[in-house]
């Protein structure tokens, strides 16, 4: 029996915009209809007249943290922003490593299991998990079909960092993961490049943030690419790459696509809105809130990364939210670059920064929007229930004010970052109501959620 029934909105879809109702029942998509009768007298009823019906929007590249004894309410209070930003699901990688033993080893499946622990009852949206490998795992490989098999199909595996894996490890990562359902995702950019650059500005006593960029270079990051594609080439496999910032990246997946070959990539609202100019500044913790790996690039770049959105090159958008702070992990005044935290907060603005950005200034259709924030993200990373307003599908839809006019301000965000990346940044859009299974997580702009209402998502493998 019909529960809800949201009337008289424009109902967006990856593949048309349309005048319709949409009925919901158990938490389902019932209908989606223009006219709909509601037989139920106890149906509640939803106006979104003037207004934008959108599927809820998941963004699978998050570090949200897992709650502590000394900071409890982390992973519940970003949860409670990915609401407000219009987010219904959102995927979690889990490092810093989860699942290490007394003795120092680790365990995909006992992170697994302990990530589950830790964020029971925390979420007011759903949320799922992409594990992180690294060299503190025993023997991840082994683990890698059951991990499947519980639940989640997408890794991801780093090229930098003291945790970086070599390329013989992530050509047997490649291997196993196509045998059995799973994606890797790679974060691309070569550490011997990036290494020797970093050494040689601290021997020049080039110490300051905006040496960051400067010592990771967008050829470092498309010589990655390239080989991340050829090893998943040789392992015939596919292959997922996150966070891409450059034009030179690009042109690699582009390429790889071109060829036929099963090759995915995102990018992510800081390198659509921003630019490197920011590390220009004068203001140190200006330069500080945009250490970002990889770094954002030239603006040539940025028009690259909009033009490969409307043309497939890209196949979605991701926040890659982490949420630091600069009284905690960016630390003011700031450390030599190596020592600063890379990443920024985005799990509240990513709609935002998508529409404000691209689709309300003519770089995206309102129906691109949706495919590369809901829709491809569903199908590429198991989300059979997601993505799409649909009879059968979850009720995950908001409501949205593509009219309306705003102003991004840390005052306003509710992510447990103390800043903003897009501090002052005026946009049109803004999300109004949220329903995630049909009930409201956010209403006329208020909060109505409950804490752990949102459910862990096992997903099934990914459909590439």
């Known amino acids: 029996m019909t529960d809800l029934v949201v009337t008289g909105g424009t109902v967006v879809t990856a593949a048309r915009s349309f005048s319709a109702d949409v ?41 949200v943290r897992l709650p502590s004894d000394e900071e409890p309410d982390r992973f519940y209070q970003d949860s409670v922003g990915a609401a407000f930003g219009g987010t219904t699901t959102f995927l979690a990688f889990n490092n810093p490593g989860t699942g290490i033993s007394e003795e120092g080893a680790g365990s995909l499946l006992r992170g697994l299991q302990e990530f589950r622990d830790r964020t029971e009852g925390e979420s007011v949206v759903d949320f799922g998990l992409s ?13 890698l079909p059951a991990l499947i098999a519980s639940g989640v ?15 013989e490890r992530l050509y ?64 015939r496999a596919s292959v997922y790459i996150v966070h891409l910032s450059s034009a030179d990246a690009l042109a690699e997946v582009v390429t790889a696509k071109a060829r036929g070959w099963p090759v995915y990539a995102e990018t992510c609202p800081h390198y659509l809105a921003l630019t490197a100019d920011r ?16 770094p954002l690039r030239t603006d040539a770049d940025r028009r690259a990364l909009w033009l490969g959105l409307r043309a497939g090159g890209l196949d979605l958008i991701a926040s890659d939210h982490v949420p630091d702070r600069l009284a905690v992990e960016k630390r ?51 989300l059979q229930d997601k993505g799409a307003i649909e009879a059968g599908k979850d009720a995950d ?59 862990f998502l096992e997903r099934t493998p990914a459909s590439t």
């Open 279 to 294: 590390y220009a500044s004068p203001d140190e913790a200006q330069v500080i809130r945009s250490v970002i790996s990889p």
């Open 172 to 235: 047997q990562i490649l291997r196993t993961a196509e045998a059995h359902g799973g994606m890797l995702q790679v974060h691309c950019e070569n550490a011997i490049i990036i290494d020797a650059l970093v050494a040689d500005a601290l021997a020049a006593g080039d110490v300051a943030a905006r040496y960051h960029a400067e010592t990771r270079p967008t050829y470092a990051e498309a010589e990655a690419t390239h080989r991340a594609i050829a090893l998943a080439r040789a392992a």
């Open 131 to 143: 594990a992180v490998i690294g060299g503190q795992q025993e023997d991840p490989i082994s683990e």
């Open 332 to 382: 003011m005044p700031a450390p030599p670059f190596p020592q600063i935290s890379n990443g920024a907060p985005g799990i509240e603005t990513l709609l935002a920064i998508v529409h404000g950005v691209g689709a309300a200034r003519g770089e995206l259709g309102l129906e691109r929007m949706v495919d590369l924030l809901a829709t491809t993200p569903a199908r590429l990373f198991g």
């Open 23 to 63: 009925a919901v029942a158990d938490g389902k998509v019932e209908a989606v209809a223009p006219g709909l009768v509601v037989r139920s007298p106890q149906a509640q009823i939803i106006d979104a007249n003037g207004l934008l019906v959108l599927p809820g929007c998941i963004d699978v590249h998050t570090h």
């Open 397 to 455: 839809l908001l409501l949205f004010d593509a009219s309306a006019q705003r102003t991004i301000r840390q005052a306003d965000l509710h992510h447990t970052s103390d800043f903003t990346p897009f501090e002052g940044m005026e946009m049109r859009g803004s999300v109004r109501t949220v329903l995630l299974r049909g009930r409201p997580v956010i209403r006329d702009g208020l909060f109505v959620g409950r804490r752990g209402a949102g459910r």
């Open 153 to 167: 199909p997408s890794f991801k595996a780093f090229m930098v960092y003291d945790f970086r894996l070599p390329d």
